[in-house]
């Protein structure tokens, strides 16, 4: 039972400095944190105050209207800091340890020996909650739920993302246990999307959907594949994994045990030492971000360039992300820029020339090119999103808050992720998937 | 570069909040930003961005209309000398000449007229100034009578971007393409100047017939002008409408960058075959017998199809109501044009009547994506 899906519309960014497939060694650090700005629908209170001893997996956070969804600390040592942001809203805990390579063990009866209760009370009191994602609006799954279906995109089409082939290398069994584990929490199917050029390992997957995925990037993104496979209707609601979680997952039910582990790609034009690390969640990215060039104003960023968060140099490995990405931060004046040819500059319009340059990669940086405007071109937000979806007219519903016609025009289709082309291309320079996230926040709000 | 650069450093702060010239921030703003892209980064969202932005895609539209300018002075200078029969004794220069001296001031008083409109508007609402006359004030010169007074083009432009624009709140919400709006308010404001046969050449000669090949078709007389002619554009009309070739020239710029909206352009061309069709099986006079291919290039049809009908704010927005939007263009455009002889140049009205319904047709489009969705919900919870 498997098909083959084309994905005609959305766009490969041709940027410089993707990661060689090696792996290599990271610079021991002792510092990780958790980031709540990073968990969608969670309401987090803090549990360990500062300076309190942890132990490696004892309950740092906790969500205030579901107390047994938790984030837990994923080394012993203390809290050592608690940075806060506007109106004393919770940015980072931090946990100094001594010992970074700690494992932590839970009882664990098995896949097989668990019911779909215990098997979730297990994930939640592991802190390993979190990973399991709901659609519609892209939030922290809620327990109760029972999912129509369960999704995970086996690649990262997004630029210079990571290949998670050979970031999975080393856990095929875990990935393929959290699987099964996945099949005992929904009635419906376990849906792979597959990477029709090169599935790599993940088709030795037994007893579930395979979708193959072939075209651009947002191909791999898990919202673009439910959307060409088995579209969400009004009311339906599916979970989603990434396949670094669905292994973490896998090794928690199966072995009992949990590292935070995993394989990051180190990518981007002003990283000297590109490639991918071992790391674990949360850790501190000082000394990797090290292999940068030091020449330049640099732009740290934990994600993707489309997707991630802006970090400082001390700034910490997001709790979802699987690579870091370092920019020029191009905070410059450009004489009369608008008005030259811009060879050394990617553009999707034709008003430029690297149409006339396929193939060739370009060094980008951060800045804006341009200001901020009303919606004037048409047209260019549908060549990137490879849905049914009208994009325009559904971020205009979403200004206005009419919620009805949010519903309608498919909000609960669509994540930020898989309309931030759309924000890459616009020529109007909108804050497309803020724009998306606040109509996300209020059907949440009115509907949930 | 680098010292224009540090003027500007030296002398921003004076715009800024609290400084002396602060009233007039939206003013050097807009001088600032054309002549320096900003340095700003991305805050949030995604942290690298297309190079793209709305000065270029206007500028490529003004790249675009520059064929049919230059055309247009050359064509001025051309229609001018042969009314008065001295076509023979000047050069190609001097025609040039004396269509810029005619051309250039109508340019100047348009872009005068309309910045300082929209300047003003910006600096009020503390906003900042937008791109889009920067093609408006190249097109309404270009939709004009040669002959027209200069204080009219003004009134018409101040008229358009005014009532047509930033009554809507600008760039963007606009219901109406601002130039046909500033052409239609002199239409009917002041029809002896914009119809007849006597506006369309400067200066002309009491004796020579200046009718346009539209004027002649109505009267009864079609083909006075060859079909070369009106290719290359040698006959009276508008200042940029004439020459099929100078906008062709401007329709492959805005199709290969993609600026301009292939659908419109396509399916309008097609409207406008397909009434030309209807029109010729069903003749009863002569200039409803004239071929329908001749009636695409007669006129505006071309000029308003290719820099008007795509105009992507008062157009349709969704790609399936592009389609609608330039076959209804095309297709009420001969219409008019052949069937109501009072208004000789059916393109602009057809155009703004149909920017009235653009917001319709996308209604529709809309309402079907809507349903197609719904429908999928109803067949989830039944099964």
């Not at chain 1, 209207?65 to 109106?87: A, Q, Y």
């Not at chain 2, 500007?8 to 921030?25: M, Q, W, Y």
Request: proline residues 5%; glycine residues 10%.
């Amino acid at each position: 039972m498997s098909k083959v899906v084309k994905i005609k519309k959305g766009l490969d960014i041709p940027i410089k400095g993707a990661a060689p497939k090696e792996l290599k060694d990271m610079p021991e650090t002792l510092r990780f944190a958790v980031k709540p700005p990073d968990f969608k629908g969670l309401d987090l209170k803090l549990k360990s105050k500062q300076d309190t001893e942890v132990k490696a997996g004892d309950v740092l956070m906790f969500d205030k209207k579901n107390n047994d969804i938790v984030l837990v600390s994923p080394v012993s040592g203390k809290v050592v800091e608690v940075n806060r942001g506007e109106k004393r809203r919770i940015l980072e805990v931090v946990v100094e340890t001594t010992n970074p390579g700690e494992i932590i063990k839970h009882q664990t009866k098995g896949i097989d020996g668990l019911s779909r209760e215990e098997i979730i009370k297990l994930i939640q009191s592991a802190g390993l909650w979190p990973y399991i994602i709901m659609r519609p609006y892209g939030i922290v799954a809620r327990p109760d739920d029972k999912p129509r279906d369960i999704f995970i995109s086996t690649f990262d089409s997004s630029p210079l993302g990571p290949d998670l082939d050979f970031a999975l290398q080393d856990q095929k069994e875990d990935f393929f246990n959290g699987l099964k584990v996945l099949a005992k929490l929904t009635e419906g199917e376990v849906c792979l999307g597959l990477n029709k050029k090169n599935p790599g390992f993940f088709d030795e997957a037994k007893d579930v959907r395979k979708t193959y995925f072939n075209g651009p990037h947002p191909a791999g993104n898990v919202g673009i594949q439910i959307h060409n496979s088995k579209p969400l209707a009004k009311g339906d609601i599916a979970w989603t994994v990434q396949a670094q979680n669905v292994a973490m997952i896998g090794k928690l039910i199966a072995n009992g045990e949990v590292t935070f582990d995993r394989t990051i790609a180190f990518a981007g034009s002003e990283v000297t030492q590109p490639g991918y690390y071992k790391v674990k969640v949360g850790a501190d990215l000082n000394k990797l971000l090290d292999h940068t060039n030091k020449e330049e104003k640099l732009r740290y960023i934990s994600g993707n360039v489309l997707t991630g968060t802006k970090v400082d140099k001390h700034g910490y490995l997001g709790f979802y992300d699987s690579m870091v990405t370092v920019i020029p931060e191009g905070d410059e004046y450009e004489f009369f820029g608008w008005a030259m040819p811009r060879f050394k500059h990617f553009s999707i319009s034709r008003a430029y020339f690297s149409w006339l340059m396929p193939g060739k990669k370009y060094k980008m940086n951060a800045n804006m090119h341009g200001e901020e405007r009303a919606f004037v071109i048409t047209g260019e937000y549908e060549k990137v999103l490879p849905m049914d979806v009208m994009p325009v007219q559904l971020l205009k519903s979403a200004m206005y808050e009419d919620i009805d016609e949010m519903e309608k025009l498919g909000i609960f289709e669509v994540i930020e992720e898989d309309m931030a082309l759309c924000e890459f291309v616009c020529t109007s320079k909108m804050e497309v998937q803020s724009i998306l996230r606040k109509g996300m926040d209020l059907m949440i709000k009115e509907t949930m | 570069m680098k010292s224009l650069r540090k003027l500007v450093d030296k002398i921003k702060p004076n715009f800024e909040k609290g400084g002396k010239l602060h009233k007039l921030h939206s003013t050097f703003e807009a001088f600032e930003t054309f002549m320096f892209v900003p340095n700003t980064t991305s805050k949030k969202g995604v942290h690298i961005h297309d190079v793209i932005d709305l000065k270029r895609t206007m500028g490529v539209v003004v790249l675009a209309l520059i064929p049919a300018l230059l055309f247009g002075m050359y064509n001025t200078g051309y229609q001018h000398f042969k009314s008065i029969g001295e076509l023979a004794n000047q050069g190609l220069f001097d025609l040039f000449l004396y269509g810029l001296w005619k051309v250039l001031p109508i340019v100047v008083v348009s872009y005068v007229s309309g910045l300082a409109v929209e300047f003003i508007f910006a600096q009020i609402r503390g906003h900042q100034v937008n791109e889009g006359f920067l093609v408006s004030g190249m097109l309404i010169p270009l939709v004009m009578p040669v002959d027209v007074p200069l204080w009219m083009v003004a009134i018409s432009t101040v008229f358009a971007v005014v009532i047509g624009k930033e009554v809507f709140g600008g760039t963007g919400m606009n219901i109406f393409n601002p130039a046909l709006l500033a052409r239609a308010f002199l239409f009917f404001a002041y029809p002896s100047f914009m119809s007849g046969d006597k506006v369309w050449i400067a200066e002309k000669a009491d004796a020579f017939s200046g009718a346009t090949p539209l004027a002649l078709g109505a009267m009864g007389e079609p083909q006075v002008n060859s079909t070369m002619d009106m290719v290359i554009g040698t006959i009276p009309g508008s200042v940029g409408e004439t020459s099929v070739i100078a906008i062709g020239i401007g329709a492959i710029i805005l199709l290969l960058t993609g600026i301009g909206s292939w659908r419109i352009m396509f399916s309008a061309l097609l409207g406008g075959a397909a009434m030309g069709l209807l029109l010729n099986t069903f003749a009863v006079n002569p200039f409803m017998a004239i071929p329908w291919w001749q009636h695409l290039i007669m006129g505006g049809f071309a000029f308003g199809i290719v820099f008007m009908a795509t105009d992507p704010v008062s157009g349709s927005q969704t790609n399936k109501g592009k389609y609608i939007y330039g076959f209804l263009i095309g297709f009420i455009a001969i219409l008019i044009r052949v069937l109501n002889p009072a208004y000789p140049e059916g393109v602009m009205l057809a155009i703004l009547f149909m920017n009235t319904f653009a917001p319709l047709i996308d209604f529709y489009v809309i309402e079907a994506n809507m349903k197609k969705r719904m429908k999928r919900a109803k067949v989830s919870t039944n099964a």
